[in-house]
Nanobody, 123 residues
Framework: VQLQASGGGLVQAGGSLRLSCAASGLTFSTYAMGWFRQAPGEERGFVAAISRSGGSIRYADSMKGRFIISTNNAINTVYLQMNSLKPEDAAVYYC?????????????????WGQGTQVTVSS
């Protein structure tokens, strides 16, 4: 199983980025997907998750209204559209896959992790 995250970079505060995570080696439609992030000196924290069917989506409170998670099952890819970015959003962003139906905000529930993509937000 491989999760390949991409799309990170440097953006000014108030700008947008779209992260992508391409999955291979698994039956994508049987996995719920999530995004987590980790800033230097901090623990990895929940960002967003989407259920296997796409019918249930969860966001961390600070991302609601700014971030959008979505999937394209045809190409085994999960996206994270990030809008109105703030300097405190700067972190390494990780995608993760969880076998089963439900989205989860708990990182131990996820079996597979991508390598991370760096997001830097300048003020």
């Amino acid at each position: 199983v491989q999760l390949q995250a991409s799309g990170g970079g440097l953006v000014q505060a108030g700008g947008s980025l779209r992260l992508s995570c391409a999955a291979s080696g698994l039956t994508f439609s049987t996995y719920a997907m999530g995004w987590f992030r980790q800033a230097p000196g901090e623990e990895r924290g929940f960002v967003a998750a989407i259920s296997r069917s796409g019918g249930s989506i969860r966001y961390a409170d600070s991302m609601k209204g700014r971030f959008i998670i979505s999937t394209n099952n045809a190409i085994n890819t999960v996206y994270l559209q990030m809008n109105s970015l703030k300097p405190e959003d700067a972190a390494v962003y990780y995608c993760a896959a969880k076998l089963g139906l439900y989205a989860s905000s708990s990182s131990p529930d996820y079996q597979y992790w991508g390598q991370g993509t760096q997001v830097t937000v300048s003020s």
